[in-house]
């Protein structure tokens, strides 16, 4: 790591400059390279660094707004927010006003604003830490808070964004024994069978990870595949399957597995997973929509608006602005319909977004309910161990939110539902 960490926090004010200016997630941001110059540990601070100012991003600006006379151009506020949060946070104050006065004087353009900087870090290292922690936890931005309030009440809205604002543990889903692993690796077994790991570290340097006996999953991410539960030998069939974490379940349950995603890039993730857990499925990279045969259990996990997994990506809100919703609620219907022609009679389709609106979750299955005769909804599929019956929905299926767990850390939003075909 640089001495003072300039370097680091430079590439997290870049990657806030691409999220909050140009719109682009931080997954394609840093899958452009971005970050690739600088060392490992670098790197993870970085992304540390951006990802915790996106969450406290409304905090650190009422903290900067009553010392900012104006609203200085965007990569300098960015790099007083990302002070700001680090000051808050109870970071050292002269190595965080130090680095950021630095990094702001070497800009072509703005090096001039570094007394700015300097002035206005300063005084929120005096008070900020205080005013910090009697802010309320960040909101949304409108045009994702109104419809999910809609959905789920304010109440539940605030308890979200709390969710959202302490982030997420790590949860693996382990092939084996999962209480010996858990202790292996410090944590503890959730109701549901995965192992939350408070303390993580950098994953692929844990151990059982290099020998693939887990994989990263989180717990809510890993309830589908145990719904549709595929019996030894079953043909199954999982679309939409890259990364692979569904994938590996089935196969792990000792379902004879294929799997198809239409991205040859994120397949070739599906491949390294299977070759490092050594579990074993038929890999295809194809368009859902044109697949042909018959299978006796498919899973669905199809492309959503990812409102399940503010908590691990907080820069979704910030990124997107929901105007990309419409065509994805169209494609889940169309690859429910497709799907469901795959299904040999007597056959189980689970469906699955890791989302919280209910366009992508409820409501799509009362849709294709009244679209296929020959389909209906399988309520005794939702009898998991560790699955509380209340987040049970009217239709049958099961919602999942980012505020249940809350004592245990939570978990990702998602909706599921169990189909079966006549
Ligand atoms: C939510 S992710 C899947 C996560 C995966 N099931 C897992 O558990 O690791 C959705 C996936 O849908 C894929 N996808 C989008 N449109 C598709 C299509 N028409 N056919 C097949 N895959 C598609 C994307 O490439 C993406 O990998």
Redesign the pocket.
Known sequence: MSDTGVQARRAAVYVLDQVLGEGRLMSEVLGAGTLDKLDASDRARAQRLATQTLRGLERADRVLQKHLQRTPPLMVHNALRVGAVELCQGEAAHGVVNAMVELVSKHKRYGKMKGLTNAVLRKVAAKGPEEWGKLRAPRLPKWLRGPLADAWGAEAMGHIEQAHFAGAPLDVTVNGDAQAWAEKLGGSVLPTGSVRVTDARQVSAMEGYDAGIWWV?DAA?AI??QVLAPQSGMQAL??????????MQMAAMGAEVTC????KG??AR?QENLTRTGLKARVVV????T?DGKYDAI?L????S?TGTIRRHPDLPHAKDGSEFGALID?QAQ?LDHAATLLKPGGRLVFC??SLLPDEGEVQIEEALERHADLSIDRDALKVDGVDPSWTTQEGGLRLRPDFWTDQGGMDGFYIAALRKA
Do not use: F, N, Y
């Open positions: 999953q991410a589908p595949a999982d679309l939409c399957a890259a990364p692979g974490g569904k994938t198809v995603d239409i991205s994120r397949m599906v194809q368009d859902a929509l697949l899973l996990d199809a492309p959503c990812a494609l690859l977004t890791c």
